[in-house]
Structure formats: C-alpha cells, structure tokens
C-alpha cells in the first residue's frame, strides 16, 4: 500500500484559488495565523509561494482519506539568501518526514538559485519545528526580540529563534 513516505510530492505555484484551502490549512495548524491579506500581500510582492500536494498518481488512490493540501511554503529571495516567511504541513500529516522533504526542496530551490543561505524565524516553543531545524543543519544565529504575539487578551508577545543554514553551491 502507498504510505505518505511513498508519495511523490508535487510543489505547485499558489494562486489566488488556492486561497480557501490554504487558509482553512492556515487556521487549524497556527495559534496565530496570518491572514489572507497577509498570503495575497506576498504573491503580489513576488515572493516564491508554492502548495504542496501529492503527485497524482494511480496509486494516489491506494491512501484513502488524505487531505489534498498537503502543505505550503512562502520564501522571499533576497540577493543571495531564501527567507523562508511560512512553512506549514497539515498537522494529519505530521511526523511522516514531509517536512524534512519539504526542506530538502526549499534547499533545492536555494542551490540551483545560487543563494547561499536560508534563513528563518521559529517560536521557540514550536519545539517540533526546532528540532526538525536543527537536524537539518540550521543554527541559532540571533533573536528577534517580541516578534510573535502570543497573547491577545494580554498583547505578550513571543521571541522568535534566527535560524539559519549555509547552502553548498556547486561549481559553475
């Protein structure tokens, strides 16, 4: 049978039509989700903004009861450097490596861009995400102090971990 390890993951430019299951994606996998106007601002700016599914295949049939989003990711290329701005994996689907893969792409996408380092913020109590960081090679290279809400009732606010990772280009 086809598992999600088994799946060939297809990333996919975000359009506007993707917004309603983006946003539904969004909403149940963020304490604090951006806001549509927040996702529409990027493709406006340009930035890289991909959804993530899995490929269509005969055997996509074989796993029954998947979500068709799988995921998403925005990226701001900045000169030679990625920003990675959101990356989020339906949370159905979590601790099955996709992210890890998601990553493995977004570290793609950074070589063959000749940009030389992915940068990120995490809360550092999304402990998951920061481990999932640190066994992929990024480090803790600064702190962006209240950059998070974290409270509304209180209007507290949570630091964000830089993190970041130096990406080998290969020779011309």
Sequence with gaps: ????????????????SD?????????????????????????????????????MTANAALVPNL?????????????????????TIDPTLRRNGIGSRVMQAIEGIAMRQKMSRIILEVRPSNIPAVKLYERMG???????????????????REDAGVMAKSITLEAP
């Design 1 to 16: 049978m086809t598992t999600t390890q088994d799946a060939q993951l297809t990333f996919m430019p975000m359009q506007p």
């Design 19 to 55: 917004m309603r299951a983006v946003m539904a994606l969004e909403a149940i996998s963020h304490s604090h989700p951006w806001t549509q106007g927040n996702f529409l601002d990027s493709l406006t700016a340009g930035h890289w903004a991909y959804c993530i599914r899995p490929e």
């Design 67 to 87: 979500p068709e989003l799988w995921g998403y990711c925005i990226l701001y290329p900045a000169v030679d450097e990625l920003h990675l701005l959101n990356i």
């Design 138 to 156: 990024y480090a803790i290279i600064g702190v962006r102090r209240a950059y998070y809400p974290a409270d509304e009732v209180t209007g507290k």
